[in-house]
C-alpha cells in the first residue's frame, strides 16, 4: 500500500521502517521458536533501528532550526546509552526495557513538539490533511499504547499470564500502526492556493512550516 511515485523523502522512510519491521517480526519468531540464544539480541538492534528511523523521518519533516540540528547528537546519546545498557548492564540476556521506555519517551516527545509547532504555525484544517501529520500521530498513538508493555516485559517475561497480555497488546498496536501508516502514506495531498503559498513554506504539500 505505498504509493510508488512519491518523491517525498519522509514517506519513503516510514515505508522502509514498514518493512523492516516485518522482516524483523518473521526472523524474531523464527529465532524463538528455535529457542535461539540470539532473540534478545535481535529486539535489541530493532530498537536501536527503530529509533534511527523516526529520526530520519523527524529530519526530514522538521523546519531548519536548532532543534533539527541536534537530531543527530539525540540519535548519537541514545546509541551509546542502548550500547551501553546491552551490553554492560542486561548482559545480552534480556528485553531491553529501559532502553526502550527511554526510547518511547523520546520519540513521544519530539511528535508532542513537531504537533504542537504545525498546530500552531499553519491552516488548522489544512495541517491535518498532511501525511506526516498522521505519521507523526501513529507514532505517538503506537508509542503511548506500547509503554508500560515494554516496561514490564522484563520482569515479567516469563509469566504466562503477561505473555499472552503481551501478545495481544503488542499485535493489536502493531496492526493499528500498520493500517494508520499505510493510509497516510495514501492520502492524496491538499491543494494549496496562492494565498497559502504566501503564507506557509511547504515540502511536497505535505509538510508545512512558517518561514523564517
Known sequence: MFKRKTKEKSTRVIFYYLLYGLLNDVLGAFLQKMHSENFFILYAFFTVAEFTFFCVFYYYILPPGGI???????????FLFALTDFFLVNNMDAFDSFTVGVEATLIILMCIYYLVVQIKSTNNLLVYSTTNFW?????????SGTFFLYIMAESMLNDKAFQIQYIVINAIFNILKNVLFSVAMLMKSSQVTPQMIQRN????????????
Open 68 to 78: 533539527k540540528k541536534s537530531i543527530f547528537f539525540i540519535w548519537l546519546l541514545f
Open 135 to 143: 505519521i507523526a500521530i501513529t507514532f505517538l498513538i503506537y508509542m
Open 201 to 212: 513554506n511547504h515540502d511536497d504539500l505535505l509538510s508545512f512550516k512558517l518561514k523564517k
